[in-house]
């Protein structure tokens, strides 16, 4: 008994001290992020009075509710989900001299009452393709119950943008050394890739609007099932991908990109080089709960071509692979019969 006792009283404890460094590394990156603490600075700046009631969800480290406190704010509540950064709030808040003034509270902001006492909301969730930390409802639900009329939510709209780009990868797989691997980079294409570092990427369409959410108006999610862009007559020759980014703006006029930040990542979506080298593209990018699936389309007076992309149908092919012979499996693809099924078509709202 007491060495079970000690094996699982270590396993926690090594769980523990790796999401401790895991927190640490993820503030770490934002705390390094000039050009993501550069307008969120401002923003603040430009609202924050002595008069000031400030309320910061989704604190993290604390850095927006130190800094409206340090910008003369009278009070500032700091409402943080993970309870191994509560102390470290706390603790922050003392270092800078204003503990008097930064309440801490460990939760979620959609199940902690608080009075309708605040002239200013701060948050952070946003993810890198918006919606995926539920910024919609949390700021929905922090208007209807902690913001005064008049006040000021930060940031108050954002934008997903996509641009068809190219992306600069090693020219083959295995590098450095021979192998046929095409099999292999043709599964890869069906996996969205993060990309903190920009550097390879390249647009080469106008950017397009995907969607758009006023945040001090929308009450839930727009409709993420069938988001498209559009660029007539565009050269293709070089898209080997379409780049999904965040644009905000935080308060009059000051907005930011995740194009710019070294914290937030650009979402490439890949795709096959196009046949054809110029004509009408669209994009179609599907966003669920648990996926995304993509299309890409190319159209001319001579030729149309789509290509569809989904983890799901890489899994498919996987598990397929696993259960037949790869060569009755080939024949059995091109029969279309392996069950690789495009994904279910895009939802019309």
């Known amino acids: 008994m007491p060495h079970s006792f000690d094996a699982a009283h270590t ?41 000031s009631a400030v309320l910061d969800i989704g604190s993290g480290s604390g850095l927006w509710a130190i800094t409206a406190a340090l910008l003369g704010a009278r009070k500032v509540v700091a409402i943080e989900m993970m309870p191994m950064l509560v102390g470290l709030i706390k603790a922050l808040a003392r270092d800078h ?12 902001s959609r199940q902690i009452p608080l009075a309708r006492e605040f002239d200013i909301v701060v948050s952070e969730t946003i993810g890198h393709v918006i919606f995926d930390e539920q910024i919609v409802e949390i700021m929905a639900d922090a208007r209807a119950r902690f913001l005064k009329p008049g006040g000021v939510l930060i940031p108050d709209t954002a934008t997903l943008k996509v641009a068809g780009a190219h992306l600069r990868q090693p020219a083959r797989l295995p590098a450095g050394i021979p192998g046929k691997f095409g099999r292999f980079s043709s599964l890869l294409l069906h996996g969205p890739l993060a990309l903190t570092d920009k550097k390879p990427l ?74 054809q080298k110029h004509g009408d593209l669209t994009f179609r990018l599907a966003l669920t709960a648990h996926t995304n699936h993509w299309s890409a389309t ?31 499996f080939e024949k059995m693809k091109r ?7 495009s994904p279910a078509p895009f939802p019309h709202p």
């Not at 090594?14 to 307008?39: F, G, K, S, V």
């Not at 379409?242 to 000051?254: K, P, Q, R, S, Y």
């Not at 029969?335 to 099924?341: D, H, Q, V």
């Open 11 to 51: 396993a926690q404890t090594a769980h523990t001290a790796q999401l401790a460094c895991e927190l640490l590394r993820i503030h770490e990156l934002l705390l390094r992020d000039a050009p993501r603490n550069r307008p969120f600075h401002r923003a603040l700046a430009a609202h924050v009075t002595p008069d």
């Open 97 to 108: 001299g204003v503990a008097d003034r930064v309440e801490v509270i460990q939760g979620d």
């Open 202 to 275: 390249k647009l080469l369409t106008p950017p397009a609007t995907l969607v758009h959410a006023d945040l001090m108006r929308l009450t839930a999610d727009p409709p993420l099932g069938d988001l498209t862009a559009h660029w007539p007559q565009q050269d293709t020759a070089r898209i080997n991908c379409f780049a999904v980014w965040a644009e905000m703006t935080l308060t009059n006029g000051i907005a930011m990109s995740t194009l710019d930040t070294p914290s937030w990542s650009v979402t490439a979506y890949r795709v096959k080089p196009f046949a």
């Open 298 to 328: 190319l159209a001319s007076a001579a030729q149309h071509e789509t290509q569809k992309f989904s983890p799901d149908i890489a899994a498919a092919e996987l598990l397929a692979l696993n259960a037949a012979d790869p060569d009755v």
């Open 335 to 341: 029969l279309g019969l392996a069950g690789l099924s």
